[in-house]
Each structure stands twice: as structure tokens, then as C-alpha cells.
């Protein structure tokens, strides 16, 4: 049976969902993925967790009985959580079919075959009621279905159909919400990482120089992720503190939009030019705000960020968006961070006015 697998385009840096044939070898997909280093991520599982505990304590504090969706379980391990935690039911979805046999018989090895039911489809294929695959709504949903970019997995469908179809009204979700930060940075060597540069004395060549057209090209078509705790903070200066552009609210108040526009005036704290904006979030797990999991450089913990410690992780990064504006500011200049998404991806651009090449860009497309 053919299945789709994930791929990134290194021409655009986005993944694409590819078909592999039956004879594809799955196991060398499982062993690539980001599943070990999730597995590894302590403050990720611990948070997660915690989280997921206090949820089913509520249900079973209104006399309910609690009933858990786990979209996307992977291995197992938020359904096991919420075994472990006192769940009364368990339904965990995965697509990936190799992942759900395996989450089978990791849950099976942990003597919780019996407690938790594995579904391998889509969340968005999935059925509830007579004859559906789950015979009732759930009324706590805890998933993982995000990335550098929080939304570039899916998160924004997978939560707004999780809603209308597959949970009661009243449901507690884990992660309750997230937000997403920018920060605008003059930087020469991230401003080298966004254009090409002259290659002199090349053997047969000499040197060869990039087109005039190419070196007025601002922006990126996609983002940048990287360790930003790797880039020492010597080597660049921050135009502003961390600014809030996006709040996420998973909790089924509404739904998520599938494009969204922000636009936040911010005072240069420095002078410089914009080369990069760094971008990161953080989950706010329950609803209380009580048990927060970020995403946040180290040197950024002074700058009012929740999280106390910082831990290494690859499966999830910060990014470095360039912006498609050239624009240098001095010290206590007023200037104009614009940032955008859509169901899947981000953009950011600085401007001093709203102008009609901003409009166009960031709110007709």
C-alpha cells in the first residue's frame, strides 16, 4: 500500500508530503525523524505531562469521567501519560502506519494495550458515533503536531476540525494556547546568510560576480532555522526587545485563522539596520498559565520569557526570517513590524510607513 512521507523541498525549505511505494523502507523514515530526540527532550515530556495530569484531575474533580484524544501520538507516550494519570478512555490517532504499529507495541510492552485505542488515520478522517471510529467525543485533546514554525505541520486544520468534529464543548485542551515572538536584530553575518557574495580568483574563471538584480533581492521565500544559541551574542544587536505578534487559542473559544495579519510600532532601542528578525514560542500547557514550555534563546530568558532553564533541541528550533525591507534606524526611531501567516507558514517585514508594496505583499496575497 503506497503512503505519504514527509520531504523538505531545498528549494523552498517547506516539507512536502511525497508517495512511496509499498516496498519503501519505512524503518530507515522512523530512524531519520525527530521521534528520539522528542523522546529525549525532558522539559518537553515533564511539561506535557504535568499538564495533561491537572486536566484529567479537573474532569474527575466535576464527577466526570475523562476521556482523552491523542492526535498524532507517534509513539505512544501522551496516551501512556494519560494512562498513568487516571484516564477513563483512551484514543490516540496516528497517520504514519509503520509509527502506529510501532506505537502498538510500545504500548503493549508497557502493559497499557487495554487502556488505550490506537486509530491509524488522519485526524481529519476520523469518525465519531454509531459505526465511526470513536464512539463518543472526547472532552480532553492533548497533542504535539508542531514544529519551528508552530503551524507548518498542520496544527491550525488539525485543531479547528478536532473542534467541530471530534470533541465536546466544554473540552480541555493540552497546549491550551501559544505565542509567538519577533525580534528585529542588526546583524552582518545574518545579513551574509541571506545573499550571494562575489567569488574572486576562481581557478579558470577569475572572479564572478553576482547580477545587480540579484543583489537588490530582500527577503526569503522561506525561514531559516537554526540554534540561535549558537550565534554568539557579539555578532549581532537587538533593534527592539521580543515583541508578541501571534497569539494561538487552541481551546476552541473560536476557530484558528487560517490568515492573519499583525502590525506592532516599536521604538528602536538601537540604531542599525534590519537584517533578520528572530522568531520563537512557547506553549502555555493549561489554562492557568501556570505550566509554560518554551522555545526561547537563552539570552532572551531577561526579556520577561517564562522558561527557566533552556534545553537543547532539534526537533523543535528558532527561525531567522528576513525581511523583504531594507531599512536602517537610529536610536529612538518609531518603525513598523509587520508579520503574517497563513495554514502553514510565516513572513515578517519592517517598514516606518505603511506603504502600497507592504500592502500588497502582506494583505492582498
Known amino acids: 500500500m503506497e503512503c505519504f512521507t514527509s520531504r523538505v523541498n531545498l528549494m523552498t525549505g517547506k516539507s512536502e508530503w511525497i508517495v512511496e511505494k509499498e516496498s519503501y523502507d519505512y524503518h530507515q523514515e522512523i530512524a531519520r525523524s525527530g521521534y528520539t530526540d522528542m523522546l529525549h527532550d525532558e ?9 495533561l495530569k491537572k486536566a484529567i484531575d479537573m474532569m474527575h474533580g466535576q464527577s466526570l469521567k475523562a476521556n482523552v484524544l491523542d492526535i498524532g501520538t507517534g509513539t505512544g507516550l ?25 506505537a502498538k507495541k510500545i504500548i503493549k510492552q508497557n502493559g497499557f494495550e487495554n487502556r488505550i485505542e490506537i486509530i491509524n488515520k488522519r485526524s481529519t478522517e476520523v469518525t465519531v458515533g454509531p459505526g465511526g471510529d470513536m464512539k463518543k467525543r472526547a472532552n480532553i485533546l492533548v497533542t504535539e503536531v508542531f514544529d519551528t514554525e508552530l503551524i507548518g505541520e498542520g496544527a491550525i486544520a488539525t485543531f479547528n476540525h478536532a473542534h467541530q468534529f471530534l470533541l465536546e464543548d466544554n473540552c480541555i485542551v493540552v497546549p491550551w494556547c501559544a505565542n509567538m515572538f519577533a525580534q528585529v536584530v542588526h546583524s552582518e553575518l545574518v545579513s551574509r546568510w541571506s545573499r550571494l557574495k562575489t567569488c574572486g580568483n576562481t581557478p579558470g574563471y577569475g572572479e564572478i560576480s553576482v547580477p545587480a538584480a540579484l543583489n537588490n533581492y530582500n527577503g526569503s521565500a522561506s525561514l531559516h532555522d537554526l540554534q540561535l544559541d549558537q550565534i554568539s551574542t557579539d555578532d ?27 502590525v506592532n510600532d516599536v521604538i528602536a532601542k538601537t540604531s542599525g539596520t534590519c537584517h533578520g528578525v528572530f522568531v520563537w514560542w512557547e506553549l502555555q500547557m493549561d489554562m492557568f498559565g501556570e505550566i509554560m514550555l518554551s522555545c526561547a534563546p537563552h539570552w532572551a530568558l531577561s526579556c520577561g520569557g517564562h522558561m527557566t532553564s533552556t534545553q537543547w533541541r532539534d526537533h523543535w528550533m528558532q527561525a531567522i526570517f528576513y525581511p523583504k ?32 508594496k507592504v500592502i500588497s505583499y502582506f494583505y492582498i496575497i
Not at 549581532?236 to 495579519?261: A, H, T, Y
Not at 536602517?328 to 502600497?356: M, P, R, W
Request: aromatic share 10%; glycine share 4%.
Open 236 to 262: 549581532f544587536s537587538s533593534i527592539c526587545n521580543p515583541v508578541k505578534v501571534f497569539q494561538f487559542d487552541f481551546s476552541g473559544k473560536g476557530l484558528l485563522q487560517k490568515d492573519e495579519r499583525t
Open 325 to 356: 525591507t531594507s531599512l536602517t534606524l537610529s536610536q529612538g526611531d518609531s518603525f513598523k513590524l509587520i508579520s503574517k501567516h497563513d495554514e502553514y507558514s510565516l513572513a515578517f517585514d519592517v517598514c516606518q510607513e505603511i506603504n502600497k
Open 78 to 102: 501522551l496516551s501512556m501519560m494519560a494512562a498513568r494519570s487516571g484516564a477513563d478512555t483512551i484514543v490516540a490517532i496516528e497517520a504514519f502506519t509503520p509509527m502506529a504499529e510501532c
Open 43 to 51: 522539559e518537553r515530556n515533564k511539561k506535557y505531562d504535568a499538564a
